[in-house]
């Protein structure tokens, strides 16, 4: 039986909640794409997910003060709020009005930390309270808004930086196209690789093992608690494993023999935990038979900062496989405001990264390779977007490269050629 927090300790937390919001109102921080998305003024819960880190808290604070709300502030994420029971939620709500008297906005950060939490915010929302709020596991709180507040939330998902974000906070001019210019975001572009999107990590002079504690705490706190793994030495290591390897087509029955699970059903539910934690993503194969797109699916870290910025990762400096990371994270980040879908094409006579649809229809094929000098490179990526052609029927076709400008006819199809970093820049203003 979980012990009753006393109320003159939840009072104390959420004071010093309040003096950190406090602080943050009087920072200069970098504005994301996805702020116009929250809309204060619907009745609708405003609900913002992604992985752990990635910015949330700072998006919703800043839609929040740039409306001037008044709004009240509580974070889940807390120590001292551990074990705190569902019919303490009406304590929270009183200390809150205690400490900041009239607000009609109250923004929670990491909800699926509070037992009972989707009835309370159904209560406030009836009455006429406005909600913001945050948490790191999409199906936890998919399910339970399905569940509770049909009706009554609009999602929004929040990835680590786009390229474009990160060269904002790094005070680059993206518009500049002097030699100085490009020179800067080339630079820009070669560090976001090396070191991913995620907001903090970006303005830390040294690393200090910022990636495997993100990683460790998202696997500890947000899935083997929740889901009560068994075996948690062996969920961290198909976890790492899979965070090193990728991009990977998987196997769930050869992942099961070599982690000893006892079925590929159990790596299956692993996986999807992972995805749901955000830090696992997938692009599902390009086919029309939905067997198919279902079980062969792609799967990549959710940022390059996954892939090698951990403990004994092992990872190696593939530069071809962090480009096609970042490429897919700009396009799943579009996509989902513009309703496209990202698969891969793969059959015996060659692959294709990426094949991004609108419905049943591709609009365009996309393949990733850091460097076509070689001919034999360059041979490959071409054929792979001419078989995307020929399967897909779609004439717009792109190889993105670190580099490289181009334009070329091939077996009469058009094939434009250019450098990953301003594709990145485009893609996020169109």
């Not at 680059?172 to 903090?200: H, Q, S, W």
Request: hydrophobic share 35%; net charge neutral; aromatic share 10%.
């Amino acid at each position: 039986m979980k012990s009753k927090i006393n109320k003159r300790t939840l009072e104390t937390a959420l004071n010093d909640q309040k003096v950190e919001i406090e602080y943050w109102e009087n920072s200069l921080l970098c504005s994301r794409d996805e702020e116009c998305l929250i809309d204060l003024n619907s009745p609708q819960a405003q609900v913002v997910i992604g992985v752990r880190r990635s910015g949330k808290s700072t998006l919703c604070l800043q839609a929040l003060i740039k409306a001037n709300a008044k709004f009240a502030y509580v974070n889940f994420d807390d120590e001292r709020l551990d074990g705190l029971s569902q019919s303490q939620l009406n304590d929270v709500l009183e200390v809150l009005y205690k400490i900041y008297g009239e607000f009609q906005y109250i923004f929670f950060d990491e909800i699926q930390n509070a037992e009972g939490w989707p009835l309370f915010v159904n209560r406030l929302l009836r009455n006429r309270i406005h909600i913001v709020l945050t948490g790191s596991n999409a199906k936890l709180l998919s399910s339970d808004l399905a569940t509770h507040l049909t009706g009554r939330s609009s999602e929004i998902e929040l990835y680590p930086f786009s390229f474009s974000e990160y060269c904002k906070m790094k005070k680059i001019n993206v518009a500049l196209n002097t030699t100085k210019g490009v020179a800067e975001k080339r630079k820009c572009f070669d560090e976001y690789m090396e070191k991913g999107g995620f907001p903090e990590l970006a303005l830390l002079k040294t690393e200090n093992n910022y990636i495997s504690n993100l990683v460790n705490n998202i696997l500890k706190r947000d899935i083997e608690q929740r889901y009560s793994i068994a075996f948690p030495a062996q969920f961290e290591n198909l976890a790492n494993h899979l965070l090193n390897i990728s991009p990977v087509v998987i196997s769930a029955t050869a992942l099961s023999e070599t982690f000893n699970f006892k079925s590929a059903h159990t790596v299956r539910n692993y996986i999807g935990y992972l995805k749901q934690a955000y830090l696992l993503t997938g692009a599902k194969k390009y086919s029309p038979k939905s067997k198919v797109r279902v079980t062969q699916e792609k799967i990549y870290a959710i940022d390059v900062a996954m892939m090698n910025k951990r403990e004994n990762a092992f990872a190696g400096e593939n530069l071809g496989w962090r480009l096609e990371t970042i490429v897919l994270g700009h396009l799943i980040r579009i996509g989902k405001r513009k309703g496209w879908d990202v698969y891969y094409l793969k059959d015996r006579s060659g692959e294709c990264d990426f094949v991004v649809c609108e419905g049943n229809k591709a609009i365009q094929c996309i393949q990733v390779s850091y460097d076509i000098s070689n001919d034999k490179t360059r041979k490959r990526e071409i054929n792979g977007l001419l078989l995307a052609h020929r399967q897909t029927k779609c004439n717009n076709l792109l190889l993105l490269t670190d580099h490289e400008h181009d334009e070329l006819e091939k077996d009469g199809k058009h094939i434009i050629i250019k450098p990953v970093y301003e594709w990145c820049i485009d893609i996020c203003q169109d």
